[in-house]
Nanobody, 115 residues
């Protein structure tokens, strides 16, 4: 049974930081591309950042230089370090694990940035 469990969300002021974690089980974690998506109220879900099994990363333009994605294969965990948070970063953040036709999602963690 595959599980992706996000944690680390919460309420933070503009300019603050949060670190999200995604703990995976039931998959060979090191083989998967790990992604963080977010969905704000009334908006479509968007890809925020991704990291491949080889460690290559990609970011949404609006979060470049503020967010950093990383992974620890020994702990089966992916991270999203979010700095200099803005009100527009408010959303539910979802962890996603993808490999070929396998595509798994967590339930999400709420991030709220207050101005």
């Amino acid at each position: 049974q595959v599980q992706l469990v996000e944690s680390g969300g919460g309420l933070v002021q503009v300019g603050g930081s949060l670190r999200l974690s995604c703990a995976a089980s039931g998959i060979i974690f090191r083989l998967y591309t790990m992604n963080w998506y977010r969905q704000a109220p009334g908006k479509q879900r968007e890809l925020v950042a991704g990291i491949t099994s080889g460690g290559s990363t990609n970011y949404l333009d609006s979060v470049k230089d503020r967010f950093t994605i990383s992974r620890d294969n020994a702990k089966n965990t992916a991270y999203l370090q979010m700095n200099s948070l803005k009100a527009e970063d408010t959303a539910v953040y979802y962890c996603n694990a993808k490999r070929v036709t396998n595509d798994y999602w967590g339930r999400g963690t709420q991030v709220a940035v207050s101005s």
